[in-house]
C-alpha cells in the first residue's frame, strides 16, 4: 500500500483536546470523501482512543499523546493513537465488553466501539510504558468521488 | 456542551445541545442528578435532539441518571435520539434499560 498523504498531531492529555482530535481527524479523513455515516464512526472510534489516553494513560499528571493518521491508495485511512502512560497488562482482558478499571464513570466498551466502528483494531500496550492504538478503515467509492 | 432542564408535573426533562463527551460527561451527570435529587421526579425525559455527536462516555452518563431514577422507582424515557448516537447506544446494550422514543426527523 501507498501512502498518499499523513498528519501528526501532538496533544497534552486534556479533556479539552477530546473534541480538537476527532475533528481534526475527521477534516483528514475528508479527503476520501466520506459518508456522513462514515466520519461519525471515524471520529466517534478516534474519541475512545484519545479519551482512554486521558483517563487511563494519565490518570494523574498530564502526558503526551500523538495522533496520526495516513490515507493509503486503496481508499483506506488509517488512524494511530499514542501514548506513553500506565500502559495495560492484559489487552484481551481489557478489550473485552463491559471491562473497566474506571468505576462506573465509564462503561468498558470503548475498545468495543472502535472494534465494531473501524474495519481494523490493533493494540499494542507494555505496563508502564504506555499503548498504541492503530485503527484502519477502508471508505467506500462513491459516484463522483475524485481524488 | 448546554444543559437545559424544566420539572413540571412530575416529570423532568432534560434538553442535552452539544457534543457529549467525557469532557462534558461529569458535568451532565452532576446537573442532572442534583436536579432529580431536588424534585424527586417519577419519569426523566432526556432529550437528545441537539446532540450531534456521542461516544463511549453518553452510556455512562445515560446509566447513572438510569440508577438514580431507578433508586427512586421512577423511569427514563430517551427522546430524539439521532441516528448515530443510537448506534452508539445499542452496541452497549443499553436499549434494554431505558426506553427509547422513536426517532423524529
Ligand atoms: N491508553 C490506555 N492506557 C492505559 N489503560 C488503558 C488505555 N486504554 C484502555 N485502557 C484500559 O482498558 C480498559 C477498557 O477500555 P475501554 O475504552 O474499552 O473502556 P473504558 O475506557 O473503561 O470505558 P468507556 O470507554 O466505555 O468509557 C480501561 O478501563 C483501562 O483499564
Ligand atoms: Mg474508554
Known amino acids: ?147 | 456542551m448546554k444543559i437545559t432542564t424544566e420539572y413540571r408535573h412530575g416529570r423532568l426533562t432534560v434538553w442535552l445541545n452539544g457534543e457529549l463527551d467525557h469532557h462534558v460527561a461529569k458535568d451532565i451527570i452532576e446537573t442532572v442528578c442534583r436536579e432529580i435529587d431536588q424534585c424527586l421526579p417519577l419519569s426523566c425525559f432526556i432529550d437528545m435532539k441537539g446532540v450531534g455527536f456521542m461516544d463511549s462516555s453518553g452510556i455512562a452518563v445515560i446509566l447513572k441518571i438510569y440508577k438514580r431514577m431507578k433508586e427512586l422507582g421512577g423511569t427514563v424515557i430517551i427522546r430524539n435520539l439521532g441516528k448515530h448516537a443510537r448506534k452508539v447506544l445499542d452496541i452497549s446494550g443499553i436499549n434494554r434499560l431505558v426506553n427509547m422514543e422513536e426517532v423524529k426527523a
Open chain 1, 1 to 147: 500500500m501507498i501512502t498518499v498523504n499523513y498528519i501528526n498531531i501532538e496533544i497534552p492529555s486534556k479533556s479539552t483536546n477530546e473534541g480538537l482530535a476527532r475533528s481534526a481527524a475527521a477534516c483528514f479523513a475528508a479527503q476520501l470523501d466520506p459518508t456522513l455515516e462514515e466520519l461519525n464512526d471515524i471520529k466517534t472510534a478516534v474519541s475512545e482512543a484519545v479519551t482512554n489516553s486521558i483517563v487511563h494513560a494519565y490518570p494523574e499528571t498530564i502526558g503526551k499523546i500523538s495522533i496520526k493518521g495516513k490515507i493509503f491508495d486503496d481508499n483506506t485511512l488509517e488512524i494511530t493513537v499514542r501514548d506513553w502512560g500506565r500502559g495495560i497488562s492484559d489487552v484481551k482482558q481489557a478489550m473485552q465488553p463491559m471491562y473497566t478499571t474506571g468505576g462506573d464513570e465509564r462503561s468498558g466498551m470503548g475498545f468495543t466501539i472502535m472494534e465494531s466502528f473501524m474495519d481494523k483494531l490493533r493494540v499494542k500496550s507494555t505496563e508502564g510504558k504506555g499503548t498504541t492504538v492503530t485503527m484502519r478503515r477502508r471508505l467506500s467509492y462513491r459516484a463522483g468521488n475524485i481524488r
